[in-house]
């Protein structure tokens, strides 16, 4: 795996349980030879996380630091099997990149069908540009599934470098594998992503990337090599999100 442009999933001690403060991530990015650092901060649901104001205030921090592109956004929670998101509408303005996951202290796994209706019913939501480590085998889902409806309504899937590295969740290596050989054959783009929480972990995909290569996933569709690519990829999304909100009038 060669050397990444972007990094877009990590948290600084806003989201309160991570320890980096904001600068030390943009300069670790910076150290690591980034042109992209995603900070996306978790959504209330998750104990001691950022008030919502702290998201509207996000326009006073400046979009480049040291150098490196800062994208500001939201890990937000889907809370039930109709992929109900733990964020409010009024707020999505002031994202510039939108996560959702699956945590198990906001959500109750439920069947292979519950949980693949709530995924897919997020994906569908034109609000979202990326699903965040959909990869635990304690709530199964049906990647066929998954996969057709992030390639029709412009979703990427996670590939999350801390989900193996948890060993609280089940058959994530399975179930990243099987996901990576669906999106290769649909030719759908991914991210892989640190998840970090501490400074020295941004750009960290020690994990995903050897999976990566076992799976011999095409490089031309890692998202993490094309910044440009990337920053068209939302700005598209946004595009469609605002046809959304105008047909909804």
Known sequence: MRKIKLDVHTHTIASGHAYGTLNEMAKAAAEKGLDILGI?????GIPGTCDMIY????KVVPRK????????????????????????????KYLD???????????KNGTKEENT????????????????HPDDGRCPLDYKQVVEAAKEYRTLLEVNNNSLRLPARRKV?????????????????????SDAHF???????????VLLDQSGFPEHLLMNYYPDQFKEFLRKNRELERKWRNSRH
């Open 199 to 209: 400074m020295d972990d941004v750009a960290n995909l020690d994990h995903a990337s």
């Open 117 to 132: 209706r709530a995924v897919v019913n997020a994906i569908k939501d034109p609000r979202i540009d990326i699903i965040s």
């Open 97 to 107: 990149v939108r996560i959702a996951g699956i945590h198990n202290i906001c959500y």
């Open 173 to 193: 290596k399975e179930n990243i594998l099987e996901f990576l050989e669906l999106c290769a054959e649909y030719e759908q783009p991914v991210i892989a992503d």
């Open 55 to 58: 998201f509207a205030n996000m």
């Open 40 to 44: 996306t901060e978790h959504a209330p």
């Open 65 to 92: 630091l040291y150098g490196v592109e800062l994208l500001l956004g939201a890990e937000i929670n889907i809370l039930d099997y109709e992929g109900r998101l733990s964020f409010p509408d009024s707020h999505f």
